[in-house]
Structure formats: C-alpha cells, structure tokens
C-alpha cells in the first residue's frame, strides 16, 4: 500500500528555518517525481516545488514564492523527501503536503499533511 | 504562469442532481489537467487526471471532458459524500497551477 506521512510542522518565529519530512512506503521516492504542496488556512491550494525521478535528472524546480529559500531533497536509504524551509515569513504559514502520481497504479497520492505557522 | 479560473464559485445542488463544474486555463494546456476532490481536514483527493481519464476507485459518475482552455467536470447524480470543494490544476508547463476552487454545496 502506498502511503505518504509527512512530520516536522510546528511554530517559528518570521526569518526562522524548518525542515518538513515525507516518509513514503509502497514506493521507491527516486523512481518518481515528487512534489510539495501548500495551502494557507481557509484558502486554496498551492503548488512549492518539486524533484523528477532519479532516471529524470533528479533537478528541482520551485515556484516564485519560495525560490531561493526552499530547498527539496530526497534520502533514498530512507526512502524520504524533505522540505528544507529558510527565512520563513508569516505568508508561509500553511498546511505542507507531499504528493506523488504513479503511472503503475493510476492514481496519486497526498499525505495528511503537517502544519506549520509562522508566528512571533 | 498559467492561470486557471473556475467558475462558478460556488454552486448549490440538490442530492440526486447533476452538478457541472468549469474551469478554464489562460492559454492551451492540451489535455494536461487534473480534478481534485477536496473534503474539510482531508489532503485533496484526485478524481480526474488526462483531464478526461477517471482515477483508480473512482465511480464512474464523476466525469471530465475537455481540451485546450476549456474543461468540464461533470458529477451525474449528487450524492450526500460528494459535497465538497473542488479543485483543477494543469499540469502542462511549471509551475503548476491550481484553480481557486469551486465549493458544491447542498441545495
């Protein structure tokens, strides 16, 4: 069975770092193009970034908010995807999800999510 | 960057009825779009991907149809589990973008 379990969420304060975790089982993460998604309390969803299969170049692409202070990486021993998060705003605030499509079964898949709240 | 725009906001419908769901891209993304599902404190579930080819486990009254800017989401008979917020995003060109959503909700 596949499944996605993201850790790492919690509070810090404007101009701090984060490291967000997805854990993935019932897949191997550098055979497949990852991504992070967000969504700010009470709005849409938003896209971060994302990393291509291993067999794809394994490069990042991000989107304009987060460029230059995101930083996705995988650990293929462990079998996770990370989030690192610098100089973190309070327009960062957000439910994080990782998610993944895989073409062997058809479908994708999000983890629950981790929240993470950028306060003083 | 693309922009996606789903019409409408939202959309009051009785169980039972159809519901049509609009969203249009900025310029063509060929077939390149997805529809999710999207339920209070839940991660978005995918419905639609190719924009007309169902998910693994999804019923067969969800349907998508479209190409180019235009695309559809049509549910054929409302049930009470399909209100819900919903959500297209293309997938054609990075980054990726979501529409803003289009809340179902009972009439």
């Known amino acids: 069975e596949v499944q996605l379990v993201e850790s790492g969420g919690g509070l810090v304060k404007p101009g701090g770092s984060l490291r967000l975790s997805c854990a993935a089982s019932g897949f191997t993460v550098s055979n497949a193009w990852m991504q992070w998604a967000r969504q700010a309390p009470g709005k849409g969803l938003e896209w971060v970034g994302r990393i291509k299969s291993k067999t794809d170049g394994g490069t990042t692409d991000y989107t304009a908010p987060v460029k230059g202070r995101f930083t996705i990486s995988r650990d293929d021993s462990k079998n996770t995807l990370y989030l690192q998060m610098n100089s973190l705003q309070s327009e960062d605030t957000a439910v994080y999800y990782c998610?993944?499509?895989?073409?062997?079964?058809?479908?994708?898949?999000w983890g629950q999510g981790t929240l993470v709240t950028v306060s003083s | 960057e693309i922009v996606m725009t789903q019409s409408p906001a939202t959309l009051s419908v009785s169980p039972g009825e159809r519901a049509t769901l609009s969203c249009r891209a900025s310029q063509s993304v060929s077939s390149n779009l997805v529809w999710y599902q999207q339920k209070p404190g839940q991660a978005p579930r995918l419905l639609i991907y190719d924009a007309s080819t169902r998910a693994t486990g999804i019923p067969a009254r969800f349907s998508g149809s479209g190409s180019g800017t235009e695309f559809t989401l049509t549910i054929s008979s409302l049930q009470s589990e399909d209100f819900a917020v919903y959500y297209c995003q293309q997938y054609t060109t990075w980054p990726y973008t979501f529409g803003q959503g289009t809340k179902l909700e009972i009439k």
């Open positions: 998610n993944t499509f895989l073409h062997e079964t058809k479908n994708a898949y």
